[in-house]
């Protein structure tokens, strides 16, 4: 497995190292912050800039302020993005870089749970984009393509997975994002997928999406995503317990890895092993966390992040 790292410069931050004691024994810097929230935080990177969005403590249960921000010290210091955006407590949004800035997903809690879109490079939320008639039941997820072309996964309100394109060319001219080409899967999820574009060279299955099952095994499945209902390359995850979280998606120059919360409450991280299809082996990491786990979608940095039992958000590097 490449444990090839992409570097953030952290300056003179320090973070403390310690050694897991279970799962693969890999050390792992563990960064908790002061501010806090519930769900599945969302990363990207974006040049020298780690982007980060989740589901912040002020507001209603139905409403909490969605908290978009950035840092270019790992996490250390995060600049909040200006905003007034509500998401369901226990949710978030999808993070999706294009090298510059970042695209934005979420369920507005203050709209029903409408599936709402922006992009920011930092200064603002911009080309802001209400899908109408679109209802997301949890957080959605994004990933981009090697021909541009993003698309957005969410869960439905009758637990059905679902798939479109995300079109963002008109925003250049005053335009709106639109919401194309969407697929109703027939699998089902108890929470929010996760999306990625496998580029890792070692098992190449394209788009590729991830979800809690809800079966009696509670399960991770993952397949891939061609334009139709049939999902391809179909397998689950193999841990030593279930997970009823939103799990993480991330490709690297030679694998697929997947974060999750195991039904332990344990973060278990794996890696595909570059088979067709993916047979990702998820170790214990024995870190505590309260809900999904999420990665950035591209890149080997290996960084993951969840919120703590006290509800802290956690920044994770392997």
């Not at 020298?48 to 002020?58: F, T």
């Not at 919401?179 to 574009?197: D, I, K, Q």
Request: charged share 10%; hydrophobic share 40%.
């Amino acid at each position: 497995m490449n444990r090839r790292r992409l570097a953030l410069h952290l300056g003179a931050v320090t973070i403390v190292t310690t050694l897991l004691a279970t799962g693969t024994g890999v050390p792992a810097s563990a960064l908790t912050l002061g501010n806090t929230g519930s769900g599945r935080p969302a990363l990207a990177l974006a040049g020298a800039r780690m982007y980060i969005a989740w589901a912040g403590s002020s507001g209603t249960a139905a409403a909490k302020e969605l908290v978009v921000g950035y840092s270019t010290s790992a996490g250390l210091r995060i600049t909040k993005v200006p905003g007034a955006e509500r998401v369901p407590q226990g949710e978030g949004a999808a993070l999706d870089t294009d090298g510059t800035g970042v695209y934005v997903a979420w369920p507005a809690g203050d709209n029903g749970n409408t599936l709402t879109a922006a992009y920011t490079t930092g200064a603002a939320l911009t080309c802001r984009t209400v899908f109408t008639g679109v209802v997301s039941a949890h957080a959605p997820a994004l990933a981009t393509d090697p021909a541009g072309v993003r698309r957005l996964a969410w869960t439905d309100l009758s637990g059905h997975l679902n798939v479109g394109r995300l079109n963002s060319s008109a925003c250049a001219s005053g335009g709106v994002m639109t919401l194309t080409n969407r697929v109703v899967l027939p699998e089902t999820s108890v929470a929010g997928p996760a999306l990625v574009y496998d580029d890792s060279g070692s098992s190449n299955l394209g788009l590729v999406l991830a979800w809690a099952a809800g079966d009696s095994a509670h399960s991770i499945q993952v397949g891939s995503f061609t334009g139709s209902t049939v999902l391809s390359h179909r397998s689950q995850v193999t841990a030593a317990v279930g997970s009823t979280a939103a799990p993480g998606l991330s490709a690297a120059t030679a694998d697929l890895y997947v974060t999750f919360r195991g039904d332990n409450g344990s973060v278990f991280y794996g890696y595909s092993e570059g088979c067709i299809p993916t047979c990702f082996y998820a170790s214990d990491l024995g870190e505590q966390a309260t809900a999904g786990v999420g990665q950035p979608a591209e890149g080997d940095s290996h960084y993951y992040t969840y919120f703590d039992p006290t509800g802290h958000l956690v920044i994770s590097h392997l």
